[in-house]
């Protein structure tokens, strides 16, 4: 606690730590090449299709590799999930992907 210039009593916060468990243990995910759509387990066939003809990718970026396997396709029961990328890393796609194949494997 401290006491401010017109007298009243600030209390000081303990130093920042994340909230939720999972956000202390945080993912590193290495910079290179990506990986090619046919190699990523599980992706159903038609969003296979999808990403390759109408977006024109040939591969996953490797943020999308990540959360494709820490999200099991779209079939974990992860709720939470918090991405740090630069700009153009493919972080949209990398939180849709999983939700569109887990509504196509219904």
Known sequence: MRTLEDGRTAVT???????LPWMRLPISIPTGSGV???QVQGLHPALQQAVGDC???SELFPVQAAVWRGLAGGHSTAHDLC???????GKT?????PLLNAVCSR
């Open 13 to 19: 916060a303990a130093p920042s730590q994340p909230v």
């Open 55 to 57: 977006l024109g990718f």
């Open 36 to 38: 090619p759509l046919e």
């Open 93 to 97: 796609l990398a939180y849709a992907l």
């Open 83 to 89: 991405i740090c990328a630069p700009t153009g890393s």
